[in-house]
C-alpha cells in the first residue's frame, strides 16, 4: 500500500490508453483517405463501388481489431510482468530482513511506501503511511543532527546512492542499529522528489564490532604495560603494525605501515647484535621466501629516538580459511621493549668480568696462601716435631739410666712429660689432617658401603681390642658414589668416638646402619654411650670443642670437626641427637 502512488499509476494507464487511441486514428483516418480516393480513381461502376466499400469497411474492421489486440495484449503483458515483479520482489522484501521504505523529500521525511514486513519491526505499517509518527521522529536523538546534515547534503550536491548507519527508537524492539542504503529520484530539473532506502538491522553487527573494538583497546592496553608491539606480513598487503609497534619505531600511530627497505633503513640499526639476520630474513620475506620461526635482537636506529633495544620475534602463520595449504603464506611477529634487559645484561657482563678479576685475584691469595700453609705444615710436621722427639728421647733416658735415683714423685713426672709428648704428637697429627683436607683432591667412585665399614672396624682393633659388641646394619647390595677416603675419615672418627664414650659401659653397645632413601643413603653410628646435651650440638663440631674433661676421655678435641669439614666436601649433611646417659646417634646424609 502506498500513498500518493494511485495518481502515478493512474497517469500511466492514460498515456498507454492515449497512445493506443491515437495510433488507431491515424491509422483509421490514413486508411479511410487513402482507400476512399484509390476507389474513386479506379472503379466507375457504381455497384462495385459500393462492394468494394463494404469489403473495404470489414478489412477496416478486422485489421484495426487485429491492431488493437496485439498494442492491447502488449500493454497488458507489461503490466502483468510489472506487476509479477513487483509482488516477486515484495515478496522477497517480506520474507528478507531488510525493510524497504521510500519518503517524500520534504520537512519530516513522510513516508509514501514501506515494506509489508513492517510489522516485523514492530512497526504500525498504516499510521507509518498516515504519518504517526514521522519518520524522522524514530531516530535516535543523538543520531539526527548528523543523518538531517548529511541527508541535506546529499540531497543538494550528491551523490545520489549512500549509506547511512544510525540507531532507530522502535516501540517493539526498542533502540535497533540500521544500515540505510539509499538512492534518490530526481526529476528533469535536478529536483529530488523520492528518497528510497532499504533498512538492515545490523545491531548484532554493531555490537560484536563494538566488542571487537573493546578487545582491541584491551589489547592496545596490554601491549602499551608490556612494551609488546605485534605485527603482520604477507605478500599481497605488505606489513600491519598495531599503535604499540609504532611508539616502539618511534613512529606516529595514524601513520601508513612502511615498506621493508624504509623500515631497514630508517627504522632499525641492521648493524646491531642480530640486525644483519633480520635484515635478511625481511628481505628475504619481501622476495617471498616464507621466513624460520627465530627471535632476534636489534637496536631501534638512533635517528628514531633514546636508545631502544627491540626482540624481534617471527612465526609463520597458517594460511586464512579457505587458502589451499601450499598456496599464500603470512607472518605473524612481535617486537618486545628489551632496553632495561640489555642494560642489565650489559651489567651483568660487566659485573662477571669484575668478578672474574676479583676470583683470579682471590686465587691468586689463596695460591700464597696455600703456599703458606704448606710452609706451616712443613714447620709443624719437622719444626715442632723435632723438640717433641728430643724430649721423648731425654725422658727415655732419663727413666732408664737414672730411675734409681728418682723417687717416686719423679718418676711420675717423668711418666707425665712422655704423656704430653704422646698427646701433643696426637694433636699435631690432627692440626695437619684438618689442614690438609681442602687440599686433597675428591676421587668419586662406587664403593660397597658394607666393606668400608668393616675395613674400618678392623683398622680400628688394635687401638680398641675390648670395644663395645658391634652390630653392622648395612645391606650387602647397598652401594654409594662418594670418595671413599673422606667417607672413611667420617666413619672412623665417628666409630672412635663411639667406642671411647661407651667404653664405661658394662654392656657397650655400638650399631652402624644405612639404608638407601629417595635421593641419598643414610649412614648411622649409634652408641649406648654417655650421650650429651642437645644444647652443645653445634659447639661440638667445632674445633677444639670438647664437652669433658680430657683426663675422663682422652683426645684432641679435633675428630668432630674433622668429621663436619669432610662432609662439607662430600655435599654431605650431618646430624647428631642424644641425651646425657642415653647415648648418642650420629647420621651422615650422602646425596646421590
Do not use: C
Amino acid at each position: 500500500m502506498t500513498r500518493d502512488a494511485s495518481p502515478g499509476i493512474r497517469r500511466g494507464a492514460a498515456i498507454t490508453a492515449l497512445g493506443i487511441t491515437l495510433i488507431y486514428l491515424v491509422l483509421g483516418l490514413m486508411w479511410i483517405g487513402f482507400s476512399d480516393r484509390a476507389l474513386l480513381a479506379l472503379v466507375d461502376d457504381v455497384e462495385w463501388l459500393s462492394r468494394l466499400q463494404t469489403g473495404k469497411g470489414w478489412a477496416y474492421v478486422v485489421v484495426t481489431a487485429g491492431l488493437l489486440f496485439v498494442l492491447i495484449h502488449r500493454a497488458l503483458a507489461a503490466r502483468d510482468r510489472a506487476a509479477a515483479e513487483a509482488g516477486r520482489a515484495a515478496r522477497i522484501i517480506d520474507h528478507s530482513p531488510v525493510l524497504a521504505i521510500e519518503w517524500e523529500a520534504r520537512d519530516g521525511w513522510p513516508v509514501t511506501y514501506v515494506s509489508p514486513n513492517a510489522a516485523d519491526w514492530g512497526l504500525d505499517r498504516e499510521a507509518l503511511l498516515a504519518g504517526d509518527p514521522d519518520y524522522a521522529s524514530l531516530i535516535h536523538p543523538d543520531d539526527l543532527p548528523s543523518i538531517v546534515e548529511e541527508v541535506q547534503m546529499h540531497l543538494a550536491h550528491g551523490p545520489d546512492r549512500y549509506t547511512q548507519l544510525y540507531r532507530l527508537v522502535l516501540p517493539v524492539l526498542g533502540t535497533v542499529w540500521v544500515e540505510d542504503r539509499t538512492w534518490l529520484s530526481r526529476d528533469t530539473d535536478g529536483r529530488v522528489t523520492r528518497i528510497h532506502g532499504v533498512l538492515l538491522d545490523v545491531t548484532e553487527r554493531r555490537r560484536l564490532e563494538l566488542e571487537r573494538q573493546r578487545q582491541m583497546e584491551r589489547l592496545e592496553r596490554a601491549e602499551r604495560d608490556a612494551g609488546l608491539g605485534s605485527w603482520e606480513y604477507d605478500p599481497v598487503n605488505g606489513f600491519w603494525w598495531s599503535d604499540q609497534l609504532f611508539r616502539l619505531l618511534g613512529r606516529p600511530p595514524d601513520g601508513p605501515e612502511p615498506d621493508v627497505a624504509t623500515l631497514l633503513e630508517r627504522d632499525l640499526d641492521t648493524e646491531s647484535a642480530d640486525g644483519p639476520r633480520l635484515a635478511a630474513t625481511l628481505r628475504g620475506m619481501a622476495a617471498g621466501t616464507p621466513p624460520q620461526s627465530q627471535y632476534l635482537h636489534v637496536r631501534r636506529h638512533p635517528g628514531r629516538g633514546p636508545e631502544t633495544w627491540l626482540r624481534f620475534g617471527i612465526q609463520r602463520a597458517s594460511s586464512f580459511p579457505g587458502e589451499s595449504p601450499g598456496g599464500a603464506w603470512r607472518v605473524q611477529g612481535t617486537a618486545l621493549d628489551i632496553t632495561e634487559l640489555h642494560q642489565a645484561e650489559l651489567e651483568l657482563r660487566a659485573f662477571n668480568a669484575d668478578l672474574e678479576r676479583r676470583v683470579e685475584r682471590r686465587t691468586a691469595e689463596l695460591q700464597v696462601a696455600n703456599q703458606e700453609l704448606e710452609s706451616f705444615s712443613y714447620a709443624v710436621s719437622h719444626d715442632l716435631k723435632a723438640p717433641l722427639r728430643g724430649i721423648e728421647g731425654y725422658s727415655q733416658l732419663l727413666e732408664a739410666e737414672h730411675a734409681g735415683r728418682l723417687d717416686d714423685e719423679g718418676r711420675e713426672f717423668v711418666r707425665n712429660i712422655r704423656q704430653g709428648v704422646a698427646q701433643m704428637n696426637e694433636l699435631i697429627g690432627d692440626l695437619l689432617t684438618y689442614s690438609r683436607m681442602e687440599r686433597r683432591p675428591l676421587e668419586q667412585r662406587r664403593i660397597r658401603l658394607r666393606d668400608l665399614v668393616g675395613e674400618t672396624l678392623r683398622a680400628l682393633e688394635p687401638e680398641y681390642p675390648a670395644a663395645a659388641t658391634t652390630a653392622i646394619d648395612v645391606p650387602d647390595e647397598l652401594e654409594v658414589e662418594t670418595d671413599p677416603d673422606g667417607l672413611g675419615l667420617i666413619l672412623r672418627n665417628l666409630l672412635e668416638n663411639a667406642f671411647k664414650f661407651s667404653a664405661g659401659r658394662d654392656e657397650p653397645r655400638v650399631r652402624v646402619a644405612a639404608q638407601r632413601r629417595t635421593s641419598v643413603v643414610r649412614l648411622e653410628v649409634e652408641d649406648n654411650g654417655i650421650g650429651f646435651d642437645e644444647a652443645f650440638r653445634e659447639r661440638m663440631f667445632e674445633i677444639f670443642q670438647r664437652l669433658n674433661r680430657a683426663e675422663d676421655y682422652p683426645g684432641t678435641g679435633v675428630g668432630l670437626a674433622l668429621v663436619r669439614r669432610a662432609a662439607r666436601r662430600l655435599d654431605a649433611r650431618i646430624e647428631a641427637e642424644g641425651r646425657p646417659g642415653e647415648g648418642a646417634t650420629f647420621r651422615v646424609e650422602l646425596p646421590q
